[in-house]
């Protein structure tokens, strides 16, 4: 009893490492490591039996014991447990080391049986300890070399037993009462011990595969929160929101942090109320709608994502997006990754883009394909201000420019005819140059525009360039009030019309054929 009660202990000490194992098998393996090592220190142990027997002899508690007998089994002993250790130290987890140990216990038992010492019960010892493995069909081994092992023990001191009872019993007779007994008892104890392994064996099956599973769930867990944490470097925050248990999972690049959601309080994330009090005043109505988590199901639908952008009187641009991670059997989402991204640096270089394909790169005024989706955003218009005004100018006489005194003459009079566009009208209105010579501006104002017309004219006659001494513009204006039925369309022809009646008054005058620098 005290080797099995020595085992259980040594198993106890090794039970936190359970969780470290990766699977039954490896726990059998480890289980068979520790036990062979706790049967080798009791290997050793069992030296003593020797000098302990000597001690009974010398007492007369057994005086059928002889000296050389206790001697004889010291030694064995001894050689037995030296065997073993090095067994151990180089097949630790190998049955076979298991086996050796068992049956040089047998061994033992076998010996005191046939020395004359009364082992009783301690015959039920070895497949106690056979238990220790958790290996069914161990344990029935060693139940069988133990019944084995017990019958002719008794058979082997039947004669000598047989004599000393009162009923005057033959050697078999009395072998067959006392092994009759122990048949009835080894049965009970392999079915017993046989259920007991069973059970043990089918827990620790069951908890290793439950491991196996949870720890195949948690690599999946975490890996999808390592895909989190790498967003979380790209996104300027990022959430991992469950609509079913209300919670908000915030993840920073080397922490996280669980958030409880109360809809009854507040439908919205504390990080998003922190928002609300930073973004433009015109837009805090719509960021309060988009980040309403009590309306988020319906407003996702069956997308699966949506997103919005605001701008932070902090920090500029940002995308707010939800993206849907889950869903239930009926196609809600329940599970949402919440994502703000600063997108403020993408805006400029979007503007600056924009800017630069709507711009006329000699002028630095608006070009040809800004005026047209200007004209379009006119047209799908139902009401056109009566403030609008249409203005084209085109420079009279640029191809003498560039014949007699080279493009980058021509380039002058080009800049100076925006320039004085722009410094007349560039405050009410827009510029494009829509052509080699032409431009055009689309202008809101009140006022006469003639004045305004004259003021360029005048500013035009007072131009002088590096290059070239003058400058000459044709231009036509139509007001949008005095043709209150008109179109678009039909307001350029108009302006375009006008313009072109002053470029033929301008060369009905041979004196402006060639004005050029000397």
């Known amino acids: 009893m005290f080797v099995y009660f020595l085992g259980i202990k040594e198993a106890l000490m090794g039970s936190e490492q359970f969780s470290t194992m990766d699977s039954y098998e490896v726990f059998l393996r480890q289980t068979r490591i520790k036990i062979n090592g706790m049967l080798n220190n009791v290997l050793w142990i069992c030296i003593i039996t020797g000098p302990f027997l000597a001690l009974g002899a ?112 033959t050697p078999v007779q009395w072998f067959l009462n006392l092994a009759g007994g122990y048949v009835i008892e080894t049965l009970i104890m392999v079915a017993t011990g046989y259920i007991v392994c069973k059970y043990v064996t089918g827990y620790f099956s ?59 309080k507040r439908t919205r994330t504390k990080l998003n109320e922190e928002l609300s009090r930073q973004v433009m005043l015109d837009q805090y109505e719509n960021f309060l709608h988009f980040t309403n988590l009590s309306t988020l199901k319906e407003r996702l639908g069956k997308k699966m994502s949506i997103s919005e952008e605001f701008i932070s009187i902090n920090s500029g641009w940002f995308r707010s997006q939800y993206v849907v991670l889950k869903c239930d059997e009926n196609g809600v989402p329940n599970k949402v990754v919440y994502t703000i991204q600063n997108i403020d640096e993408d805006k400029k270089r979007e503007e600056h883009l924009i800017r630069i394909s709507n711009t006329d790169e000699l002028t630095r005024v608006f070009n040809r394909r800004s005026y047209e989706n200007d004209m379009r955003h006119h047209e799908e218009g139902k009401d056109i201000n009566s ?19 080279g493009h980058e003459a021509g380039d ?27 431009f055009m501006v689309v ?30 513009v044709s231009i036509g204006c139509v007001c949008k009030k005095d043709f209150p039925n008109a179109s678009i369309e039909e307001l350029e022809k108009i302006v375009d019309s006008r313009m072109y009646a002053m470029k033929q008054e301008y060369y009905k005058d041979k004196t402006h054929d060639r004005r050029v620098n000397k």
């Open 412 to 438: 002058e009079i080009i800049r100076g005819t925006a320039n004085c566009l722009l410094s007349v009208m560039g405050n009410i209105g827009k510029v494009y140059r829509i052509g080699g010579d032409e």
């Open 443 to 472: 202008a809101y104002t009140a006022t006469d525009f003639e004045k305004v017309k004259d003021r360029f004219l005048e500013q035009v006659k007072n131009w002088s360039g590096k290059r070239v001494d003058h400058l000459a």
């Open 387 to 405: 403030n609008l005004v249409l203005v084209s100018a085109d420079i009279n006489g640029l191809k003498q420019v560039n014949d007699n005194l």
């Open 58 to 169: 010398w007492t007369g508690i057994f005086p059928r014991i002889q000296y050389s007998t206790s001697l004889c089994i010291a030694v064995l002993m001894a050689v037995i447990a030296f065997c073993h250790r090095l067994m151990v130290k180089k097949f630790a987890a190998s049955k076979v080391t298991s086996y050796f140990a068992l049956i040089a216990l047998e061994f033992l038992l076998f010996f005191m049986a046939n020395s004359h010492v009364n082992i009783a019960l301690t015959y039920y010892l070895v497949p106690l300890v056979a238990l220790l493995f958790c290996d069914r069909i161990l344990y029935l081994q060693a139940c069988l070399v133990n019944f084995l092992v017990m019958l002719t023990s008794i058979w082997n001191i039947s004669e000598h037993y047989s004599k000393m009872t009162v009923m005057d019993e």
């Open 206 to 264: 069951n908890f290793y595969k439950t491991h196996a599973e949870l720890k195949e769930k948690a690599g999946k867990i975490e890996e999808q929160f390592s895909i989190l944490r790498a967003m979380a470097s790209v996104y300027q925050y990022i959430n991992l929101l469950d609509l079913e248990a209300k919670t908000s999972t915030f993840f920073g690049q080397d922490s996280q942090d669980l958030e409880i959601l109360d809809w009854s």
